[in-house]
């Protein structure tokens, strides 16, 4: 694992935006960075140094001293050398860290964005999210990768030139100390005002993307009814919106430069004047009538390189503002409110990849029992709660069909089994543990799910019954056979390799949900949750499905939610929810 793939301290709820994205930052990983552009600035100040006392000594010495001009000169050199290779490396290694985490929190957040119990509690459309995934995250990376490196340099590198100036002359250092709060007090200003752009231009970018996604889903009834033109200049119209508002993000950062840069040149000549002044004998207060050349040209050619990190940084300011004007809706991704499983930093980071490739999750080696003990369910921003009090216990590999009329909370039921929706009030226990206690992946390799529309893969048959494709054909040959689909494949151009078109075309109902039931048996599922798996079949497939439920045998507890009668019969047992569930048998 690279070094840039490790976290930082945990992020807590209660962190500011900042804070949060500093606790994805390793810290290794960034004091590694630090440390190259602190070599850079030492590289810089000797290089600096180096010229300033050879230029000295070039007018004051006579010629038998060239062996010291040359000493100087080659002091000179090396640090040149020392802020080359410095700065060639630390802008690779913030470059690399940037690039990871930005890498790394796009897979964790793509991850989390399709788990159905993250869907169920989220409001942004495919637009918002798309945009969150690219462009905001996008954003992050200038922040890591030039802003934290010159807020480290902005620190350093003032206060070793305010060292090395003050003993040489203490007026000078004055100047320079009283003139550097002035810049990062304007930077905090301005940047005031810069956040609230750069928010504004992240939600208006989101408007404008969610219109066209709109727009684009609807494209066959603009034509139908001649609107293709409207749709075109509300779109026009959007884009010249966010235009405005990315000028006005512009002006606002060439403002801030336009000031700051002001401040640094009356310093700069401020402490040049006084200089002058000194040497030519003008000025004779302080420190002024001692002053030498070689002091004076020091404390010149280091003068600019007090407030080139502070101008650095200014400029770089707006990369700090545009990646908080992210953070709310990305650490919304990564930790909604009432959602179990853990966030970043705590979880995606702090494991090796390749450890947990190769850590295989925990088998169940039984079929689990299943208690509720007055579980109420609600959806997410639904007013009212789906299943109030509900009261349930399932014995381990039991067959139990759950019926009820519509609207009672059957798949509110099998939304919380899966783990997908949290339970408001009571216990869901699974073995005597709650779902959210089971790692995701242990809970993934024991539950199966059938539901009412079989969503099919636009790949081939085999890809479809084993998604993770880890099966060989003799495997997948016998699947097929144990759910009655042998015929099927024998039938297909390719067999197992026929590509189905989108949503399974190309196989009838029945037999897409033979394949979605297949899928659901491929990894021998403990706990099998099936809602209505009969509701589009005929008789005939009913039974045919309802038999190979039968073959089961036990290796598995099936909850399956139904209002068919012959599905409910061929059950171990059955049990009626009331229109608002309560206790059950």
């Given at each position: 694992?690279?070094?840039?793939?490790?976290?930082g301290?945990?992020?807590?709820?209660?962190?500011?935006?900042?804070?949060?994205?500093?606790?994805?930052?390793?810290?290794?990983?960034?004091?590694?960075?630090?440390a190259w552009?602190a070599?850079?600035?030492?590289?810089l100040?000797?290089?600096?140094?180096?010229?300033?006392?050879?230029?000295a000594?070039?007018?004051?010495?006579?010629?038998?001293?060239?062996?010291?001009?040359?000493?100087?000169?080659?002091?000179?050199?090396?640090?040149?050398?020392?802020?080359?290779?410095?700065?060639?490396?630390?802008?690779?290694?913030?470059?690399?860290?940037?690039?990871?985490?930005?890498?790394?929190?796009r897979?964790?957040?793509?991850?989390?964005?399709?788990?159905?119990?993250?869907?169920?509690?989220?409001?942004?459309?495919?637009a918002?999210?798309?945009?969150?995934?690219?462009?905001?995250?996008?954003?992050?990376?200038?922040?890591?990768?030039r802003?934290?490196?010159?807020?480290?340099?902005?620190?350093?590198?003032?206060?070793?030139?305010?060292?090395?100036?003050?003993?040489?002359?203490?007026?000078?250092?004055?100047?320079?100390?009283g003139?550097?709060?002035?810049?990062p007090?304007?930077?905090?200003?301005?940047?005031?005002?810069?956040?609230?752009?750069?928010?504004?231009?992240?939600?208006?970018?989101?408007r404008?993307?969610?219109?066209?996604?709109?727009?684009?889903?609807?494209?066959?009834?603009?034509?139908?009814?001649?609107?293709?033109?409207?749709?075109?200049?509300?779109?026009?119209?959007?884009?010249?919106?966010?235009?405005?508002?990315?000028?006005?993000?512009?002006?606002?950062?060439?403002?801030?430069?336009?000031?700051?840069?002001?401040?640094?040149?009356?310093?700069?000549?401020?402490?040049?004047?006084?200089?002058?002044?000194?040497?030519?004998?003008?000025?004779?207060?302080?420190?002024?009538?001692?002053?030498?050349?070689?002091?004076?040209?020091?404390?010149?050619?280091?003068?600019?390189?007090?407030?080139?990190?502070?101008?650095r940084?200014?400029?770089?300011?707006?990369?700090?503002?545009?990646?908080?004007?992210?953070?709310?809706?990305?650490?919304?991704?990564?930790?909604?409110?009432?959602?179990?499983?853990?966030?970043?930093?705590?979880?995606?980071?702090?494991?090796d990849?390749?450890?947990?490739?190769?850590?295989?999750?925990?088998?169940?080696?039984?079929?689990?029992?299943?208690?509720?003990e007055?579980?109420?369910?609600?959806?997410?921003?639904?007013?009212?709660?789906a299943?109030?009090?509900?009261?349930?216990?399932?014995?381990?590999?039991?067959?139990?069909?759950?019926?009820?009329?519509?609207g009672?909370?059957?798949?509110?039921?099998?939304?919380?089994l899966?783990?997908?929706?949290?339970?408001?009030?009571?216990?869901?226990?699974i073995?005597?543990?709650?779902?959210?206690?089971?790692?995701?992946?242990?809970?993934?390799?024991?539950?199966?799910?059938?539901?009412?529309?079989?969503?099919?893969?636009?790949?081939t048959l085999?890809a479809?019954?084993?998604?993770s494709?880890?099966?060989?054909?003799?495997?997948?040959?016998?699947?097929a056979?144990r759910?009655?689909?042998?015929d099927?494949?024998?039938?297909?151009?390719?067999?197992?390799?026929?590509?189905?078109?989108?949503?399974?075309?190309?196989?009838?109902?029945?037999?897409?949900?033979?394949?979605?039931l297949?899928?659901?048996?491929?990894?021998?599922?403990?706990?099998?949750?099936?809602?209505?798996?009969?509701?589009?079949?005929?008789?005939?497939?009913?039974?045919?499905?309802?038999?190979?439920?039968?073959?089961?045998?036990?290796?598995?507890?099936?909850?399956?939610?139904t209002?068919?009668?012959?599905?409910?019969?061929?059950?171990?047992?059955?049990?009626?929810?009331?229109t608002?569930?309560?206790?059950?048998?």
């Open positions: 694992m690279t070094a840039a793939a490790r976290p301290p945990a992020a807590r709820r209660g962190d500011s935006p900042e804070q949060w994205l500093l606790s994805l930052v390793p810290r290794h990983a960034l004091a590694g960075v630090m552009r070599a850079e600035t030492l590289g100040l000797t290089l600096l140094i180096g010229l300033a006392l050879a230029l000594a070039g007018v004051g010495l006579p010629a038998a001293a060239a062996p010291q001009l040359s000493l100087l000169l080659a002091i000179a050199a090396t640090g040149a050398v020392l802020r080359a290779l410095a700065l060639h490396r630390g802008e690779r290694a913030g470059a690399r860290l940037a690039s990871s985490l930005v890498t790394t929190l897979q964790h957040l793509l991850a989390r964005s399709v788990q159905p119990r993250w869907q169920l509690q989220q409001t942004a459309d495919t918002a999210l798309t945009l969150r995934l690219t462009r905001e995250l996008e954003t992050l990376e200038p922040y890591y990768r802003y934290l490196p010159a807020l480290g340099v902005a620190v350093l590198q003032p206060l070793l030139i305010l060292l090395l100036v003050l003993p040489l002359d203490w007026l000078a250092g004055l100047v320079l100390l003139t550097a709060p002035l810049i007090l304007f930077m905090v200003l301005i940047g005031m005002g810069s956040a609230r752009l750069a928010e504004e231009q992240h939600s208006r970018l989101a404008m993307g969610a219109m066209f996604l709109d727009r684009l889903r609807g494209l066959q009834t603009l034509r139908l009814f001649r609107r293709t033109d409207s749709a075109v200049q509300d779109i026009g119209q959007a884009a010249e919106a966010w235009r405005g508002a990315t000028m006005r993000v512009l002006r606002v950062a060439f403002l801030s430069s336009a000031v700051l840069e002001f401040f640094a040149a009356v310093a700069i000549a401020t402490v040049a004047i006084y200089i002058g002044l000194a040497l030519l004998g003008f000025f004779t207060l302080g420190p002024a009538p001692e002053m030498t050349l070689a002091a004076g040209l020091v404390i010149l050619v280091l003068a600019p390189e007090y407030f080139a990190p502070l101008r940084l200014a400029q770089h300011y707006h990369d700090r503002a545009a990646a908080l004007a992210a953070v709310p809706a990305l650490r919304a991704m990564d930790e909604p409110a009432d959602m179990a499983a853990a966030p970043l930093a705590r979880h995606a980071l702090e494991r990849p390749a450890a947990a490739t190769a850590r295989r999750p925990r088998r169940w080696p039984a079929p689990p029992a299943v208690r509720l007055r579980v109420t369910l609600r959806w997410p921003r639904a007013m009212q709660p299943v109030q009090a509900l009261s349930l216990t399932i014995a381990a590999g039991e067959w139990l069909a759950v019926t009820g009329p519509s009672c909370g059957k798949s509110t039921l099998a939304a919380a899966l783990g997908w929706l949290p339970v408001e009030t009571g216990d869901l226990l073995d005597g543990r709650h779902p959210a206690a089971y790692p995701p992946e242990e809970l993934a390799a024991n539950l199966g799910w059938l539901g009412q529309q079989p969503q099919l893969l636009n790949a085999r479809n019954l084993a998604p494709g880890e099966s060989d054909t003799a495997a997948l040959a016998a699947l056979q759910v009655g689909l042998t099927v494949v024998a039938a297909l151009p390719a067999g197992l390799d026929t590509r189905l078109g989108e949503d399974g075309a190309g196989l009838s109902g029945g037999e897409a949900q033979r394949v979605a297949a899928r659901a048996l491929h990894r021998a599922p403990r706990l099998l949750v099936l809602d209505e798996p009969t509701a589009s079949l005929d008789a005939a497939h009913e039974q045919a499905l309802l038999g190979r439920l039968r073959a089961l045998g036990g290796t598995a507890t099936i909850v399956m939610l209002h068919s009668e012959a599905a409910a019969a061929a059950a171990d047992r059955r049990v009626t929810l009331p608002r569930a309560g206790p059950a048998a």
